[in-house]
């Protein structure tokens, strides 16, 4: 048996090597996710363009201005002296942010009353809004705090050391700079094997369905079990090759730590592998041609990537949306994946999710192999 | 030009789309599919996120600040822990996304006067929700330590502003800051890529396939005939779904629609133009469905998804990757949607992106017209 | 203008890909209402120089017209006055009967009052009268072909082309088609057919039999198995056949030696003397003869004589 199945390892491997298109996905989609999840996508924010309005031209509106200029999350591009210039440059989109100042504004904090600051925010992108109002509110509540340490010590110097005050200390833990990129990249390992098998094997099962092949090969001594596993076996090691493949980019270009143990990585890889094969074949058991094998897993993979966690965080979607999404295991590999490279974590903490895709793999590929010893039949 | 030959080319078309439901779902179901998937799916705003607390002073004072922050929607306290340990587990494992640690000396200090740290240890393994949950917590203790300054100088004889600077924030275009108008404008990109490029690209590679092209080009039907009456359907259907995003985003996602509907269409119309022209180019290059569908997806749908500004803010990618986003149609596009939606600016105002889109539109059909030609080699 | 003589002018035509020579000036013409017949294995350049007769592919060289009009300069013209019917069936496989019909009824512009009058008859023509609404890809083979036909001459065009027009159809099918093709030869349509069923060949009015590219004979059937055989033909039955086959193509005198069915044919240059010394020969061999007679040849033994070279490496048959 085994020699059958090295055959049709070979076989298999040879047929993916040999067609340009194959190929392709082989090398095309790790690459370009590999740039656009380590570079393009991005939560961060920094250099937001600005413009400051002063219409109170004092000490203090420029020292609360020249905090903006100098902070990194900001980009001051102008200095106007009309706020409808400022609403202007937002309506037009040649800004983000418009900071106003208006008359009067040293003239109330050196009297100890409210002196108000005007924050106009094109929200279109309301995620960035909402970070960047963040930043505003957090800068200025620090000048604030300033004008009223001077203000207590110019009228009671003796109090300064008294006053009770409470900080917050942020320690963002596993990401201590928030980098986006340690977000995604580990995540792509996840993504892009769920891109790669599924297409991968869902044509290679249907190609040959497709041809005629199949039937050839069925009246071989081969048993049907045999059949699968060699149909499977080299894209369960392209995968692995693959995962691994971009661990190492992530780890040597990205500079992304991997603070966890390689077996708990790769037990939840190959219990992963084994969930995406069986989604695979089931993929490759409704459809009759490429192409529809095709437009079938585009239609899987999407809601697949989108559901899991991969950019958008599980807890913020609908209830039901949530529990759809415990039946899709890349949301317990992408637990695995940060889990091992960020937390380091192990296994005592992830057998939750090595059980659950362990229970998918099970039931997907059983499911898989009766649909297929049917359809062969 | 054949009116007739035309009509007869568009009609056999349309019975072939209706014939493959594969064809058809792309055209009915994938819209609606896509809306409710990012409307749903994509969704940064967070809220009840679980924190674990460590209070080590148990005062009156900590109570009262571990009572603000659950009182915030943000924030919901699962559990009260007695050291720090414990909350780090529950990071690791996930049970808590922060960790709030109040000093033991918490009330005393405070009593004592001075200032006083209290730590909020945060996962950040996904940097948005970090980013978030720090900002909302540093609200919080900001507004719980202005109530103890204000308090403390008043026993003093001190009346002073608790809050010296009063931000005043003002959201424009998405006053709610819902992700979801952000992001459910762009996805009528989405649809319009995979309707105007992915199923455009089979047409040509399919009659090549199947070998009815020999006979179809044997007829007196021109070059341009078979092009336009092709392409004419997918020009219907792919309006006809602009209308249904646009109605369900407005209609259900109470997505803002300040703009004009008159713009909308003409943007989309453009739109549309563009991603049939390519779509036909890659039909007609590609010669095998598989290939033209792999190569439409990768050039047309991938970067409207990730590069166009519809998920990702442009201003926040490194330099070279925002130059690389105008050779894309999308980015234009995408501009264009959120302007008309959120925005309503006015046509007039919208040549910035409406120039180069038209530009790419005739650019690219004068390319697909040039690219066919009724010859056999 | 006036109707040429010719419907069909072929001058020098050559096509070459790359270093292979698909067509190597051909010269032939066809006139009105001939059912010419273009006979070869596969790969011998007949659909090629259909496909340029029809404006699909460009010639190298040479030039061509059909219905008065230059194929490398005015396809659309040419296009305007042929039917065609290509080698693989390439109707819409996922549309009904009808649509069908309806679409090239489009393409070739029939005006509407003739639409209906020309689509009953393709539809009776075809034997499909009731299965208007079945889906083209679920009719039998027989039934398809003849649908294409129906489609290729909804314009009613002075010129047919119809590309190996019969493969894969079965033998009753195949003859009914030639009935049809004969009724509208008949009425004055110029047909150009391909094919590599000799039998076909003796339906058309003259032969064109290419080889590699090169036309090596042209004729009506008659005069090529009259004419065009080189030496004259044995019929023998014996046993056993393979000892005798192989070791008359060595023997001296035979140009070729052949199974035929359940017997042989031999190519002699005289039948009469020949026929003894190949009875002595095949004795000597143990070879023993039931029958030999001279035969006329048949289309095929044509064919074959004048593809094949005697000798160890012999072209397979058509």
Same mark, same amino acid.
């Given at each position: 048996?085994?020699?059958?199945?090295?055959?049709?390892l070979?076989?298999?491997l040879?047929?993916?090597?040999?067609?340009?298109r194959t190929?392709?996905?082989?090398?095309?989609?790790?690459?370009?996710?590999?740039?656009?999840f380590?570079?393009?996508a991005?939560?961060?924010i920094?250099?937001?363009?600005?413009?400051?309005?002063?219409?109170?031209?004092?000490?203090?509106?420029?020292?609360?201005?020249?905090r903006?200029?100098?902070?990194p999350y900001?980009?001051?591009?102008?200095?106007?002296n009309?706020a409808?210039?400022?609403?202007?440059?937002?309506?037009q989109?040649?800004?983000?942010?418009a900071?106003?100042?208006?008359?009067g504004?040293a003239?109330?904090l050196?009297?100890?009353?409210?002196?108000?600051?005007?924050v106009?925010v094109d929200?279109?992108?309301?995620?960035?809004?909402?970070?960047?109002?963040s930043y505003?509110?957090q800068?200025?509540?620090?000048y604030?705090?300033q004008?009223?340490?001077?203000?207590i010590?110019?009228?009671?110097?003796?109090?300064?050391?008294?006053?009770?005050?409470?900080?917050?200390?942020?320690r963002?833990?596993?990401?201590p700079?928030?980098?986006?990129?340690?977000?995604?990249?580990?995540?792509?390992?996840?993504?892009?094997t769920?891109?790669?098998?599924?297409?991968?094997?869902?044509?290679?099962v249907?190609?040959?369905?497709?041809?005629?092949?199949?039937?050839?090969?069925?009246?071989?001594?081969?048993r049907?079990?045999e059949?699968i596993v060699?149909?499977?076996?080299?894209f369960?090691?392209?995968?692995l090759f693959?995962?691994?493949?971009?661990?190492?980019?992530?780890?040597f270009w990205?500079q992304?730590p991997?603070r966890?143990?390689?077996p708990?990585?790769?037990?939840?890889?190959?219990?992963?592998?084994?969930?995406?094969?069986?989604?695979?074949?089931?993929i490759?058991?409704?459809?009759?041609t490429?192409?529809q094998?095709?437009v079938?897993?585009f239609?899987?993979?999407?809601?697949?990537i989108?559901f899991?966690?991969?950019?958008?965080p599980?807890?913020?979607?609908?209830?039901?949306?949530?529990l759809?999404?415990?039946?899709?295991?890349?949301?317990y590999?992408?637990?695995?994946l940060?889990?091992?490279?960020l937390?380091?974590?192990?296994?005592d903490?992830?057998?939750?999710q090595?059980?659950a895709?362990?229970?998918?793999?099970?039931?997907?590929?059983?499911?898989a192999?009766?649909?297929?010893?049917?359809?062969?039949? | 030009?054949?009116?007739t030959?035309?009509?007869?080319?568009?009609r056999?078309?349309v019975?072939?789309i209706?014939?493959?439901?594969?064809?058809?779902?792309?055209v009915?179901?994938?819209?609606?599919? %896509?809306?409710?998937?990012?409307?749903y799916?994509?969704n940064l705003?967070?809220?009840?996120?679980?924190?674990?607390?460590?209070? =080590?002073?148990g005062s009156?004072?900590s109570q009262?600040?571990?009572?603000?922050?659950q009182?915030?929607?943000?924030?919901?306290i699962?559990?009260?822990v007695?050291?720090?340990p414990?909350?780090?587990?529950a990071l690791d494992s996930?049970?808590?996304k922060?960790?709030?640690?109040?000093p @033991?000396?918490f009330s005393?200090?405070?009593?004592?006067?001075?200032?006083?740290q209290?730590?909020?240890i945060?996962?950040?393994?996904?940097?948005?929700?970090?980013?978030v949950?720090?900002?909302?917590?540093?609200g919080v203790?900001q507004?719980?330590?202005t109530?103890i300054?204000?308090?403390w100088?008043?026993?003093?004889?001190?009346?002073? =502003?608790?809050v010296?600077?009063?931000?005043?924030?003002r959201?424009w275009?998405?006053?709610?800051?819902?992700?979801?108008?952000?992001i459910?404008?762009?996805?009528?990109?989405l649809v319009?890529?995979?309707?105007?490029?992915?199923?455009?690209?089979l047409?040509?590679?399919?009659? @090549?396939?199947?070998?009815s092209m020999? =006979?179809?080009?044997?007829?007196?039907?021109t070059?341009m005939e078979?092009?336009?009456?092709?392409l004419?359907?997918?020009?219907?259907?792919?309006?006809?779904d602009?209308?249904?995003c646009?109605?369900?985003?407005?209609?259900w996602?109470h997505v803002?629609?300040?703009?004009?509907?008159?713009?909308?269409?003409?943007?989309?119309? %453009?739109?549309?133009?563009?991603?049939?022209?390519?779509?036909?180019f890659?039909?007609?290059v590609?010669k095998? =469905?598989?290939a033209?569908?792999?190569?439409?997806?990768?050039?047309t749908?991938?970067?409207?998804?990730?590069?166009?500004?519809?998920?990702?803010?442009?201003e926040?990618?490194?330099v070279?990757l925002?130059?690389?986003t105008? %050779?894309?149609?999308?980015?234009?596009?995408?501009? %264009?949607?959120?302007?008309?939606?959120l925005?309503g600016?006015?046509?007039?105002?919208l040549?910035?992106d409406l120039?180069?889109?038209?530009?790419?539109?005739?650019?690219?059909a004068?390319?697909?017209?040039?690219?066919f030609?009724?010859?056999?080699? | 203008?006036?109707?040429?003589?010719?419907?069909?002018?072929?001058?020098?035509?050559?096509?070459?890909?790359?270093?292979?020579?698909?067509?190597?000036?051909l010269?032939?013409?066809?006139?009105?209402?001939e059912?010419?017949?273009f006979?070869?294995?596969?790969g011998?350049?007949?659909?090629t120089?259909?496909r340029?007769?029809?404006?699909?592919?460009?010639?190298?060289?040479g030039?061509?017209?059909?219905?008065?009009?230059?194929?490398?300069?005015?396809?659309?013209?040419?296009?305007q006055?042929?039917?065609?019917?290509?080698?693989?069936?390439?109707?819409?496989?996922?549309?009904? /009967?009808?649509e069908?019909?309806?679409?090239?009824?489009?393409?070739?512009?029939?005006?509407?009052?003739?639409?209906?009058d !020309?689509?009953?008859?393709?539809?009776?023509?075809?034997?499909?009268?009731?299965q208007?609404?079945?889906i083209?890809?679920t009719?039998p083979?027989?039934?398809?072909?003849r649908?294409?036909?129906?489609?290729a001459?909804?314009?009613q065009?002075?010129?047919l082309?119809?590309?190996?027009p019969t493969s894969g159809?079965?033998?009753?099918s195949?003859?009914?088609?030639?009935d049809?093709?004969?009724?509208?030869?008949?009425?004055?349509?110029t047909?150009?057919?391909?094919?590599?069923?000799?039998?076909?060949?003796?339906?058309?009015?003259?032969?064109?039999?290419?080889?590699?590219?090169?036309?090596v004979?042209?004729?009506t059937p008659?005069?090529?198995? !009259?004419?065009?055989?080189k030496?004259?033909?044995l019929?023998?039955?014996?046993?056993?056949?393979g000892?005798?086959?192989?070791?008359?193509?060595?023997?001296?005198?035979?140009?070729?030696?052949a /199974?035929?069915?359940?017997?042989?044919?031999?190519v002699v240059?005289d039948?009469?003397?020949?026929e003894?010394?190949?009875?002595?020969f095949?004795?000597n061999h143990?070879?023993?003869?039931?029958r030999?007679?001279?035969?006329?040849?048949?289309?095929e033994?044509?064919f074959?004589?004048l593809?094949t070279?005697r000798?160890?490496a012999?072209?397979?048959?058509p």
């Amino acid at each position: 048996m085994f020699g059958r199945l090295k055959q049709m390892l070979i076989k298999e491997l040879i047929q993916v090597v040999r067609d340009k298109r194959t190929r392709f996905i082989l090398i095309g989609p790790p690459v370009i996710q590999m740039l656009v999840f380590g570079y393009a996508a991005t939560f961060e924010i920094h250099n937001v363009s600005t413009v400051m309005v002063d219409m109170d031209h004092s000490q203090e509106s420029r020292e609360l201005i020249s905090r903006f200029t100098s902070s990194p999350y900001f980009n001051v591009q102008a200095q106007l002296n009309d706020a409808n210039q400022a609403h202007n440059l937002i309506d037009q989109g040649k800004t983000t942010l418009a900071l106003e100042i208006d008359a009067g504004f040293a003239q109330k904090l050196r009297k100890g009353e409210t002196a108000p600051l005007q924050v106009i925010v094109d929200a279109t992108n309301s995620n960035t809004a909402l970070i960047a109002s963040s930043y505003v509110s957090q800068i200025a509540l620090g000048y604030a705090q300033q004008a009223q340490q001077q203000r207590i010590y110019s009228i009671a110097p003796q109090l300064i050391d008294q006053i009770p005050s409470v900080q917050l200390e942020q320690r963002p833990w596993y990401n201590p700079d928030l980098r986006s990129r340690w977000f995604f990249v580990p995540g792509v390992i996840g993504s892009l094997t769920t891109l790669l098998v599924i297409t991968l094997t869902s044509f290679a099962v249907v190609r040959e369905r497709e041809i005629g092949t199949l039937e050839q090969i069925m009246v071989t001594p081969i048993r049907p079990v045999e059949f699968i596993v060699g149909k499977t076996l080299p894209f369960f090691l392209i995968g692995l090759f693959d995962a691994l493949l971009i661990g190492i980019v992530g780890t040597f270009w990205f500079q992304i730590p991997f603070r966890g143990h390689i077996p708990v990585l790769l037990t939840g890889l190959v219990l992963f592998l084994i969930c995406m094969l069986g989604m695979a074949l089931l993929i490759s058991t409704v459809s009759a041609t490429q192409q529809q094998a095709m437009v079938t897993a585009f239609f899987v993979i999407m809601p697949t990537i989108t559901f899991s966690g991969f950019g958008f965080p599980i807890r913020a979607m609908p209830h039901w949306m949530q529990l759809a999404s415990y039946a899709i295991p890349l949301r317990y590999f992408l637990v695995v994946l940060r889990g091992t490279y960020l937390k380091g974590v192990g296994f005592d903490i992830l057998w939750p999710q090595m059980a659950a895709m362990a229970g998918i793999g099970l039931f997907g590929m059983t499911v898989a192999i009766l649909r297929f010893h049917k359809a062969l039949d | 030009m054949s009116l007739t030959r035309l009509l007869a080319v568009a009609r056999k078309e349309v019975l072939q789309i209706i014939r493959d439901t594969r064809s058809l779902a792309i055209v009915v179901v994938m819209p609606v599919t %896509l809306m409710l998937l990012f409307g749903y799916g994509v969704n940064l705003d967070l809220k009840e996120l679980p924190v674990y607390v460590c209070d =080590q002073d148990g005062s009156q004072q900590s109570q009262d600040l571990l009572k603000r922050f659950q009182s915030t929607k943000y924030f919901e306290i699962v559990r009260v822990v007695d050291n720090v340990p414990a909350i780090e587990h529950a990071l690791d494992s996930g049970e808590a996304k922060m960790g709030i640690v109040i000093p @033991w000396n918490f009330s005393q200090r405070l009593s004592q006067g001075g200032s006083v740290q209290v730590q909020a240890i945060v996962d950040a393994t996904d940097d948005n929700t970090a980013n978030v949950l720090m900002g909302y917590a540093q609200g919080v203790v900001q507004g719980y330590s202005t109530g103890i300054q204000v308090a403390w100088l008043q026993a003093h004889g001190l009346t002073l =502003q608790p809050v010296p600077i009063n931000v005043a924030t003002r959201t424009w275009y998405n006053e709610d800051l819902e992700s979801s108008a952000f992001i459910i404008p762009g996805v009528l990109a989405l649809v319009m890529s995979v309707i105007g490029a992915f199923l455009t690209s089979l047409t040509i590679a399919r009659e @090549w396939e199947r070998g009815s092209m020999e =006979q179809l080009i044997s007829t007196p039907v021109t070059a341009m005939e078979i092009m336009l009456g092709k392409l004419a359907p997918y020009f219907v259907l792919g309006m006809i779904d602009v209308a249904v995003c646009a109605v369900l985003a407005i209609a259900w996602f109470h997505v803002p629609f300040r703009g004009s509907y008159m713009t909308l269409a003409f943007s989309s119309a %453009l739109f549309l133009v563009t991603v049939l022209s390519l779509g036909f180019f890659i039909s007609v290059v590609a010669k095998s =469905q598989l290939a033209a569908s792999q190569i439409a997806l990768i050039i047309t749908f991938l970067p409207a998804f990730l590069l166009s500004g519809f998920l990702f803010s442009i201003e926040q990618m490194p330099v070279v990757l925002q130059g690389i986003t105008y %050779l894309f149609p999308a980015r234009y596009y995408v501009t %264009l949607l959120k302007k008309i939606f959120l925005k309503g600016t006015p046509a007039a105002m919208l040549t910035a992106d409406l120039l180069p889109l038209a530009g790419f539109t005739v650019v690219l059909a004068l390319v697909a017209t040039r690219s066919f030609h009724k010859r056999l080699e | 203008m006036p109707e040429p003589a010719n419907s069909v002018v072929i001058e020098n035509l050559v096509k070459r890909f790359g270093d292979f020579v698909a067509v190597d000036h051909l010269n032939l013409a066809v006139g009105k209402g001939e059912v010419f017949g273009f006979l070869g294995p596969n790969g011998a350049g007949k659909s090629t120089t259909i496909r340029m007769l029809c404006g699909l592919i460009r010639p190298t060289s040479g030039r061509a017209q059909v219905a008065g009009f230059d194929v490398g300069r005015n396809p659309e013209s040419v296009r305007q006055n042929i039917g065609y019917m290509s080698q693989k069936f390439s109707l819409y496989n996922d549309l009904k /009967v009808i649509e069908n019909l309806r679409l090239f009824a489009g393409l070739y512009s029939v005006p509407s009052a003739k639409l209906k009058d !020309r689509i009953e008859w393709a539809i009776e023509m075809a034997n499909l009268k009731g299965q208007e609404n079945l889906i083209t890809g679920t009719l039998p083979g027989g039934w398809k072909q003849r649908l294409a036909l129906g489609c290729a001459v909804l314009h009613q065009p002075p010129i047919l082309f119809l590309d190996e027009p019969t493969s894969g159809v079965d033998p009753i099918s195949r003859r009914e088609f030639w009935d049809l093709i004969q009724h509208m030869a008949e009425a004055g349509v110029t047909v150009f057919v391909t094919t590599h069923y000799m039998e076909e060949a003796e339906y058309c009015n003259r032969l064109a039999l290419i080889f590699r590219g090169k036309m090596v004979a042209l004729g009506t059937p008659g005069e090529l198995k !009259r004419d065009s055989m080189k030496g004259e033909l044995l019929l023998i039955e014996c046993d056993p056949l393979g000892t005798a086959v192989e070791a008359l193509q060595s023997a001296p005198g035979v140009m070729d030696a052949a /199974v035929f069915g359940n017997a042989l044919h031999l190519v002699v240059q005289d039948a009469a003397a020949a026929e003894p010394r190949i009875k002595e020969f095949l004795h000597n061999h143990n070879v023993s003869i039931s029958r030999i007679e001279k035969i006329r040849p048949t289309l095929e033994d044509v064919f074959v004589s004048l593809t094949t070279t005697r000798g160890p490496a012999q072209e397979s048959k058509p």
